[in-house]
């Protein structure tokens, strides 16, 4: 089964309004999360990232916010611009492997 | 600035015929990883490896074998392709024990008649 599920293929949001990506994951062992930005036929790049031991972690208009107990974890995107418009993934991984597991992603649009 | 090569960057196969996706990177990083993209499905991981001669199964690894020559390098085979194989492949490069910050190349375009 999927491991890490992002459960919404699309958003749209107002330019200037605060875009909210969400993902759930069913491994409790998970303690690295992620969110990668990827343009159409381009490669993606990480965004942000957190450890299981912190709950939020903020960069700039970027805050991922991590709730352990219900296994899931958010990328709020504040002041959204046409050019967040993108392809956005989250991942996670388990300390000790190599492996990262990601998403589905959801496509966000931010129109003008 | 990190660097990971993907060859070729498309490719058009027949059913049943040998393919093979290569990828160089020069960060020096020990882990290596083959995704393939398809849409609804994000990014599923078929091979990784923790340094040359390391071969792991990822999630999807059926139809699929890998090849880790050396800390630079890192092969995708398909032995017998399928049409269900047609994707976007990503080879990706991270370093430590966990995985942490991968950098992804350009990706290969296959397509399998």
């Known amino acids: 089964g999927q491991q890490v599920k992002q459960s919404s293929p699309s958003l749209t949001v107002q330019e200037g309004g605060i875009s909210i990506l969400n993902c759930d994951y069913e491994n409790d062992m998970f303690d690295y999360f992620a969110w990668y930005k990827k343009y159409p036929d381009n490669s993606p790049t990480l965004l942000i990232s957190?450890?299981?031991?912190?709950d939020k972690r903020e960069d700039g208009r970027l805050t991922v916010f991590l709730n352990k107990s219900g296994k899931h974890f958010s990328l709020h995107i504040t002041a959204s611009q046409p050019e967040d418009t993108a392809v956005y993934l989250c991942a996670a991984g388990q300390g000790g492997s190599a492996k990262l597991i990601f998403g589905e992603g959801t496509k966000l649009t931010v129109s003008s | 600035e990190a660097a990971v090569t993907q060859s070729p960057r498309n490719k058009v196969a027949v059913t049943g015929g040998k393919v093979t996706l290569s990828c160089n990177q020069t960060?020096?990083?020990?882990?290596m990883y083959w995704y393939r993209q398809d849409t609804g499905h994000g990014l599923r991981l078929i091979h990784y490896?923790?340094?040359?001669?390391?071969?792991e199964k990822g999630d999807i690894p059926d139809g699929y074998k890998a090849s880790r020559p050396s800390q630079e390098n890192f092969s995708l085979i398909l032995e017998l392709a399928t049409p269900s194989q047609t994707s976007v492949y990503f080879c990706a490069s991270g370093q430590g024990a966990s995985a942490e910050t991968l950098y992804f190349g350009s990706g290969t375009r296959l397509t399998v008649l």
């Open positions: 960060n020096n990083h020990n882990n």
């Open positions: 957190v450890r299981s031991n912190v």
């Open positions: 490896s923790y340094g040359a001669g390391s071969t």
